[in-house]
């Protein structure tokens, strides 16, 4: 009968045999643990560079507050953000065409909370429009008639919990959660701290185009530089206007410095093609002072478009034809005493 496995002793060379596989095999496992536990030469070298800020290694750098030092009675609550014009609708979302015609350049954001009050917070968002006449645009065109104006920076607002200001080529608001006496005087500090933080080289003036409009019937606060597609025109770029009372009525005289004579007429020619050809008004007259200005019929408004000099001007939606012709006449006037 056979002798069954189970029950066969190993010889002594055999056992010899098992103990130096099992050794090999335990030797080769430490030496896989323990190179595992290693890292590798060029790992070492990249950690090693990380840590040290080695130039190889791109290190997202971070953005610097919007002020510094911040007012005593505010603290940073975020970090500042920045949006380039291809990026600015992801933080004002509906409102970027106010600013990419007018030629923005940049935007900078920041939230701060009240020391004394952590659940109130302001926002401010800093605007690079590249000139001051241009912040000075979106810094008319934002503006409502309900404000109260402020001795901040070149121009400034507040419109409930807001500030609104101009400091060279930055149009900057500050927004806050309330508007408490505590929480304007917070945002009023952040806004001076930011001016006095941020060196300009021009700032905004543009006392100089406002006197061009006559005083008399003029809407205080109204006088506005719209930097693009005037009257829906997209040909009329960089016009001053201003509302003016009429009686009862209300009508918007503009004026726009062209490059010299034979440019505002070309200019004042586009106008008027545009009022008859686009908006279906017709033309119904043209005056002999000052010196060939068109009147157009509107349907239910008057307009009024001449040139004086380097200066396209006129009258936009009057109430009758008589008010056309006088307010044109009247701006006439007031540029020919102008430089």
């Given at each position: ?80 953000e920045t949006f380039s014009p291809a990026t ?79 400091h060279g080529p930055f149009y ?168």
């Open positions: 009968m056979a002798t069954p496995l189970s029950s066969r002793r190993p010889s002594a060379r055999e056992t010899a045999a098992a103990a130096c596989v099992c050794l090999v095999l335990a030797a080769a496992l430490a030496w896989l643990i323990r190179a595992q536990a290693q890292f590798s030469p060029a790992v070492t070298v990249a950690l090693a560079q990380a840590n040290s800020g080695s130039a190889s290694v791109p290190v997202r750098a971070a953005i610097p507050d919007l002020v510094s030092p911040w007012p005593e009675v505010l603290r940073p609550m975020s970090a500042a600015l609708s992801d933080k004002i979302d509906g409102k970027a065409e106010v600013y990419l015609p007018a030629g923005v350049v940049g935007l900078r954001c920041q939230r701060a909370t009240l020391v004394s009050s952590p659940q109130t917070w302001l926002e401010m968002c800093a605007f690079d429009m590249g000139k001051p006449a241009a912040a000075y645009s979106v810094f008319s065109s934002q503006r409502r008639p309900d404000v109260t104006d402020m001795s901040l920076g070149d121009y400034a607002y507040r419109a409930g919990n807001e500030l609104a200001f101009v900057v608001e500050v927004v806050a959660t309330d508007e408490a006496p505590a929480t304007i005087a917070a945002a009023t500090a952040l806004a001076r701290a930011y001016i006095a933080g941020t060196a300009v080289a021009a700032h905004a003036d543009v006392s100089t185009d406002q006197a061009l409009f006559p005083s008399e019937g003029l809407v205080a606060g109204s006088v506005t530089l719209v930097s693009s597609d005037v009257f829906g025109f997209d040909g009329l770029k960089d016009v001053f206007a201003a509302q003016f009372r009429d009686g009862a009525d209300e009508l918007t005289l503009f004026i726009a410095r062209r490059a010299g004579a034979a440019d505002a007429r070309g200019a004042a020619d586009a106008l008027v093609g545009f009022f008859v050809k686009d908006c279906g008004g017709r033309e119904i007259g043209r005056l002999q002072s000052p010196a060939g200005a068109a009147i157009i019929d509107s349907g239910g408004s008057f307009e009024g478009v001449f040139a004086a000099g380097a200066f396209l001007a006129g009258v936009h939606q009057a109430p009758s034809r008589e008010s056309a012709e006088r307010w044109v006449r009247r701006l006439s006037q007031n540029l020919s005493l102008k430089p």
